[in-house]
T-cell receptor, first 112, second 113 residues
Framework: EAQVTQNPRYLITVTGKKLTVTCSQN?????MSWYRQDPGLGLRQIYY???????DKGDVPEGYKVSRKEKRNFPLILESPSPNQTSLYFC???????????FGPGTRLTVL | GENVEQHPSTLSVQEGDSAVIKCTYS??????FPWYKQELGKRPQLIID?????GEKKDQRIAVTLNKTAKHFSLHITETQPEDSAVYFC????????????FGAGTQVVVTP
């Protein structure tokens, strides 16, 4: 089944404790992206990747890191999480940038 | 950078009536405008998109119109049904931005029977 998966789906952590949210797609898509969703703010792009080893900042990259070592995986890294990073995070992939994005199921992160 | 504004933030319609959501964008170079629907507790899913070389696109009960001069685009849902209840997001992406996509804040649509 063609899909985008994210893990974990739910995470409660404490300030400063490094964490990684994984994202994987099995559709051989070139493009992948991370978003955060907050009430009243819609979806805001964190980082995106046009291909392996090619990543760039979205609108809200501060406090996040990404890597794209393989085509199928695009992990989101929070080196030192803070409470303002409490949010619902979505990973998405697409054959290329100006096309339908397929979203993962989301990861709800709470930073205490 | 691009800024996308979406109105209204909430929309309540009677079943069978039409719903219209409007988005404006700031960057005249934007050329790709998708609409996503997010049901409660679910992930966003594309429902329709339009590119800047087209003024209107329809898919059954859903249509999108684009006015490049005024820099706005709208989603039209006709003959609304309870399953149309969801949050709808517009977005804009511009050529040569190499992957940046700017979303609006969303519209909560409630269809009452």
């Amino acid at each position: 089944e063609a899909q985008v998966t994210q893990n974990p789906r739910y995470l409660i952590t404490v300030t400063g404790k490094k964490l990684t949210v994984t994202c994987s797609q099995n559709m051989n898509h070139e493009y992948m992206s991370w978003y955060r969703q907050d009430p009243g703010l819609g979806l805001r792009q964190i980082y995106y990747s046009m291909n392996v080893e090619v990543t760039d900042k979205g609108d809200v990259p501060e406090g996040y890191k990404v890597s794209r070592k393989e085509k199928r995986n695009f992990p989101l890294i929070l080196e030192s999480p803070s409470p303002n990073q409490t949010s619902l995070y979505f990973c998405a992939s697409s054959p290329f940038s100006y096309n339908e994005q397929f979203f993962g199921p989301g990861t709800r992160l709470t930073v205490l | 950078g691009e800024n996308v504004e979406q109105h209204p933030s909430t929309l309540s319609v009677q079943e069978g009536d039409s719903a219209v959501i409007k988005c404006t964008y700031s960057d005249s170079a934007s050329n790709y405008f998708p609409w996503y629907k997010q049901e409660l507790g679910k992930r966003p899913q594309l429902i329709i998109d339009i590119r800047s070389n087209v003024g209107e696109k329809k898919d059954q009960r859903i249509a999108v119109t684009l006015n490049k001069t005024a820099k706005h685009f709208s989603l039209h849902i006709t003959e609304t049904q309870p399953e149309d209840s969801a949050v709808y997001f517009c977005a804009a992406s511009r050529a040569h931005s190499w992957g940046k996509l700017q979303f609006g804040a969303g519209t909560q649509v409630v269809v009452t029977p």
